[in-house]
């Protein structure tokens, strides 16, 4: 899932200052469950603006709506028409949904009350940790299931470097090794001629931004050469 944390409330303020009507739109979806822009965060934000507008006498009208995800035209559609009555829209949803909602909802500024932060996983209630940088090519089953681009700060493919000691990384000793890790793993799993292969380098060419993928059974609906 997608990880991400509330901005301070200062700066999301400073955005919308010159707006009455402001529209929060929250996701149901993964900043949801990490406890950064879902419904109940919708409320806790539309709460503290209308709190300091009051504190400086000043009276605005914020919206609440909470869409199942902002990064999907099904469930933005609908909202094209209730956001028409506001004059800005702050999205709490990950880079991704505020970018789709401002595609949709032309003319409207846009803000995000949230820096999306990577993608992980939910170890449990609001401990997050990153797994995966989307890399484009994923070298998990050569490698146990770690992921090397992640899990090793040089993002090594071929490790360990030789600054690894005690299985703890050379640059945050507070860190195991990711390659030390990889290893382990492989010995337990009877793959240790995994470490044999040299693997090339990571194929960066297919990696430029931004990147699109269209489904094999979709390519002719959107007239994509087989
Ligand atoms: S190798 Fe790592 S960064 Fe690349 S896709 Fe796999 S998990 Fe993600
Ligand atoms: S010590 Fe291990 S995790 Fe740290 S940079 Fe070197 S190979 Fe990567």
Request: aromatic content about 8%.
């Amino acid at each position: 899932m997608i990880i991400a944390e509330r901005k301070p409330f200062k700066e999301i303020a400073a955005a919308v200052a010159p707006y009455d009507k402001i529209l929060i739109v929250g996701c149901g979806t993964c900043v949801a469950v990490c406890l950064a822009g879902g419904e109940k965060e919708v409320g806790l934000l539309a709460s503290q603006l209308k709190l300091a507008a009051g504190l400086k006498h000043r009276r605005i009208e914020v919206g609440e709506i909470t869409v199942e995800r902002q990064c999907d035209l099904e469930f933005l559609e609908p909202l094209c028409d209730f956001v028409a009555d506001f004059d800005a829209i702050i999205s709490m949803a990950c880079g991704a949904g505020v970018q789709f909602l401002a595609h949709m909802c032309h003319f409207k500024p846009i803000f995000p009350a949230v820096d999306t932060t990577f993608i992980g996983v939910n170890n449990a209630v609001g401990y997050y940790t990153e797994r995966c940088r989307a890399c484009r090519r994923c070298y998990l089953g050569l490698t146990g299931g770690i992921c090397p681009v992640t899990m090793c700060p040089k993002g090594l493919l071929n490790g360990p470097c030789g600054g690894t000691l005690n299985g703890k990384c050379e640059v945050d000793l507070q860190k195991d090794c990711a390659w030390s890790k990889i290893y382990q793993r492989l010995e337990l799993e009877g793959r240790l001629d995994n470490l044999k292969e040299i693997v090339p380098l990571h194929p960066h060419s297919r990696g430029t931004t931004p990147g699109t993928v269209i489904h094999p059974a979709y390519r002719r609906r959107y007239g994509v050469d087989e």
